[in-house]
């Protein structure tokens, strides 16, 4: 499994803007595919987006144009930046991998290594 770590969660106001970065450990961003996902008290965990070991992505359609996932190049960690964030994107935001770099989805199951979270806040 990879070992993952979440940061730059905090509180934003709604219309802010906010970067979530995900470091993992003992793979190259290249070799996984990598996805955000978030879940809300009371609801379930659900993606937000995703980035295969080509770079391709996908987006959950209720962050299209707002949301960016990016993975640059080895060195760097996963990145999410979130814009034009409203009430609705406050959640425990998740970052996951899995060594099938070619698989491109949203779908947890498929995800076999896990962050810790990090908490989004976003007040009206």
């Known amino acids: 499994q990879v070992q993952l770590v979440e940061s730059g969660g905090g509180s934003v106001q709604a219309g802010g803007s906010l970067r979530l970065s995900c470091a993992a450990s003992g793979y190259s961003p290249s070799s996984l595919t990598m996805g955000w996902f978030r879940q809300a008290p009371g609801k379930e965990r659900e993606g937000v987006a995703a980035i295969d070991g080509r770079g391709r992505t996908t987006y959950a359609d209720s962050v299209k144009g707002r949301f960016t996932i990016s993975k640059d190049n080895a060195e760097d960690p996963l990145y999410l930046q979130m814009n034009s964030l409203n009430a609705d994107d406050t959640a425990m935001y998740y970052c996951?991998?899995?060594?099938?770099?070619?698989?491109?989805?949203?779908?947890?199951?498929?995800?076999?290594?896990w962050g810790q979270g990090t908490q989004v806040t976003v007040s009206s």
């Open positions: 996951a991998a899995d060594q099938r770099w070619w698989m491109l989805t949203l779908n947890s199951a498929n995800y076999n290594s």
